[in-house]
Structures are given as structure tokens and as C-alpha cells.
């Protein structure tokens, strides 16, 4: 077991703050290092940590771990006791693998592709992974539509808080349309405190550190 410390690094108004969200579910003790857009984070001090010059990233002691669908899968691995991950082979970690990667994959690509207005055209629409626009919005939809309040049945996952924290982005910058199960499916998620808190203190960062444009 590694037992080093934790390090999150971030920009207040970026994928880090589901990592954030993360951290404050786990209950870890972690420092924080921002970097800001353009400079800092293409820094020869943050590239020798990522190369690709993006947030998040987090070191814990020798290990690095980037991109935020295997930080939080991490995380729930390093703090077993907090059960945000079902058990090893069971049909809930099945699910839990499955919607994890198909928000980091398919519906990330879908509604990224929708803000930049760079879908896909139907007639190369079986080239990428995510099929369509409205494909990917209706396998979602079938996934938060299973009469469970979870990804992975009753239990609360890492998998929940990434999407939460997508749908959120999403729908708040037209990304993702917004649709009654959406809706209902985020609305309690957003309520838990770990995230309330972790939204509070990356709020609080944004007056120094803005967001670019």
C-alpha cells in the first residue's frame, strides 16, 4: 500500500472538481497545487507530472494518476472502507465499470462534440464511439432508468459522482439536453456534503484563479 501523501492538482473551474468531490467523500487528507490556463499548467514543473499540460492530475507519494475517471477509480480502491465502488466481481462492478467508461468515453465525446458543434455526420456516425448524439442521450437515459437510485443499484459509486458531475456541466452549458430523468437522477446526488463542500472551496479559488475568457 502506497501511504504517501496526496496531492491534487487543479484548476478551480475544471474536471478537477469531481477529483475534489472525490477526495471529500473519501474523507482524505490532501494538499492542493492550482495551475491556471496557459501558463502555469504548461509549466516544465507540471508537464514532468502530466505531459499533456491538463488538469487534474494527483500524485500519491511515487504515483501519479491522471485523467479523472481513473483518479476517482483510484480513490475508491485506496479508501475501501467508504464503499464507493461495489465488490470485486459481483453484477454491481460490472455496472460500475460499464457506466464509468461509458461517461468517460462516449457520452465526454458526445456532448463536447455538441458545445464545439463538431458531431460527427450521420454518414461517419459508425466511426466513433458514440454512435450519435441522441443515441448516447438515450442509452444514458436507459442507464439512470432501471427503478434504482443508482448506477449500480442502491449503493452510492465513483461512477454516480462522475456522472452527476457531468450532467450538471453539461446541462447547465447546453451540452447535454435536459430531460425529466436527468433531472431527477442529479437533483439528490448534488446534495450529498462531500460535494457541497468540495464545490465551496473550489468556488472560493475562482476569484484568483478565473477561468480563462
Not at 454491481?92 to 461509458?102: K, P, T
Not at 437522477?185 to 446534495?191: A, G, R, T
Request: hydrophobic share 40%.
Amino acid at each position: 500500500m502506497n501511504d504517501g501523501k496526496i496531492t491534487l492538482y487543479t484548476h478551480p473551474m475544471s474536471r478537477g472538481r469531481t477529483v475534489r468531490w472525490l477526495l471529500e467523500e473519501c474523507g482524505a487528507s490532501y494538499d492542493t497545487v492550482i495551475f491556471d490556463y496557459g501558463t502555469s499548467m504548461k509549466s516544465a514543473e507540471y508537464l514532468a507530472i502530466n505531459p499533456m499540460g491538463k488538469v487534474p492530475a494527483l500524485t500519491h507519494g511515487d504515483a501519479v494518476v491522471t485523467e479523472t475517471a481513473a483518479i476517482c477509480t483510484y480513490l475508491a480502491d485506496l479508501f475501501p472502507e467508504k464503499q464507493l465502488a461495489p465488490a470485486p466481481g459481483s453484477p454491481e462492478r460490472a455496472a460500475y465499470y460499464r457506466w464509468l467508461f461509458f461517461v468517460a468515453g462516449p457520452l465526454e465525446a458526445a456532448f463536447t462534440g455538441k458545445l464545439l458543434d463538431q458531431l460527427a455526420p450521420s454518414d461517419k456516425a459508425f466511426m466513433v464511439g458514440y454512435g450519435s448524439y441522441e443515441l448516447t442521450m438515450n442509452t444514458l437515459e436507459f442507464a439512470i432508468k432501471q427503478g434504482r437510485p443508482y448506477l449500480c443499484g442502491e449503493q452510492f459509486s465513483v461512477a454516480d459522482a462522475y456522472l452527476a458531475a457531468c450532467l450538471n456541466w453539461g446541462m447547465y452549458s447546453g451540452a447535454i439536453e435536459k430531460r425529466p430523468a436527468f433531472e431527477r437522477y442529479m437533483e439528490p446526488i448534488l446534495q450529498r456534503p462531500a460535494y457541497l463542500r468540495a464545490k465551496a472551496m473550489d468556488d472560493a479559488l475562482l476569484a484568483e484563479h478565473p477561468f480563462p475568457g
